[in-house]
T-cell receptor
Framework: ETGVTQTPRHLVMGMTNKKSLKCEQH?????MYWYKQSAKKPLELMFV???????ENNSVPSRFSPECPNSSHLFLHLHTLQPEDSALYLC?????????????FGPGTRLTVT | EDQVTQSPEALRLQEGESSSLNCSYTVSGLRGLFWYRQDPGKGPEFLFT???AGEEKEKERLKATLTKKESFLHITAPKPEDSATYLCAVQATETSGSRLTFGEGTQLTVNP
């Protein structure tokens, strides 16, 4: 595997379900991110982890719970979601503290909440 | 607050018809401006980083330029495979970590 991978690619869940999204980066980066992308809206930053520590929570509802066990893996635990949470969820990684700050994105998980 | 505005929202070109996409930004201090390409149902693909006014970068038919208030993505003799949404993002110097602020994107369609 290369780059940033995400699983599953598609997820349909009911409002009472609990599910998790997984992200893995193979780039040797030390920062990881979760973004939400809804139609006709800019990418919304949800969470930032630097060296496994959460450094930003962008006022995200508690029904979204991130977990970063190491600098290569990132999870987003989902529970009691609402239909408006349906969106493309993107994971990204970057090198924090260096001279290049570009973020590399995974393919995303298309989430539909019914 | 950092802001990024992209124009136009959508652009239709004929194959070979060159044009430019605009990204206007407001940021207290610019650490970097980033261009990405996004195909439907996929994650954004990194294209360029620009760090200071006057800087230019090229990749195949794409050329990105930067001034103190805006960036342009010039597309020369586009092909249908250049059809995608192009995203612009900025990072501020006082940002802790690597937060990016994105624009809404320009959806480019190149007809054969």
């Amino acid at each position: 595997e290369t780059g940033v991978t995400q699983t599953p690619r598609h997820l349909v869940m009911g409002m009472t379900n609990k599910k998790s999204l997984k992200c893995e980066q193979h780039l040797g980066h030390n920062a990881m991110y979760w973004y939400k992308q809804s139609a006709k809206k800019p990418l919304e930053l949800m969470f930032v982890y630097n060296f496994k520590e959460q450094t930003e929570n962008n006022s995200v509802p508690s029904r979204f719970s991130p977990e970063c066990p190491n600098s290569s893996h990132l999870f987003l635990h989902l529970h009691t979601l609402q239909p408006e949470d349906s969106a493309l969820y993107l994971c990204a990684s970057s090198h924090h503290g260096g001279t290049s700050y570009e973020q590399y994105f995974g393919p995303g998980t298309r989430l539909t909440v019914t | 607050e950092d802001q990024v505005t992209q124009s136009p929202e959508a652009l239709r070109l004929q194959e070979g018809e060159s044009s430019s996409l605009n990204c206007s930004y407001t940021v207290s201090g610019l650490r970097g401006l980033f261009w990405y390409r996004q195909d439907p149902g996929k994650g954004p693909e990194f294209l360029f980083t620009l760090y200071s006014a006057g800087e230019e970068k090229e990749k195949e038919r794409l050329k990105a330029t930067l001034t103190k208030k805006e960036s342009f993505l010039h597309i020369t003799a586009p092909k249908p495979e250049d059809s995608a949404t192009y995203l612009c993002a900025v990072q501020a110097t006082e940002t802790s970590g690597s937060r990016l602020t994105f624009g809404e994107g320009t959806q480019l369609t190149v007809n054969p």
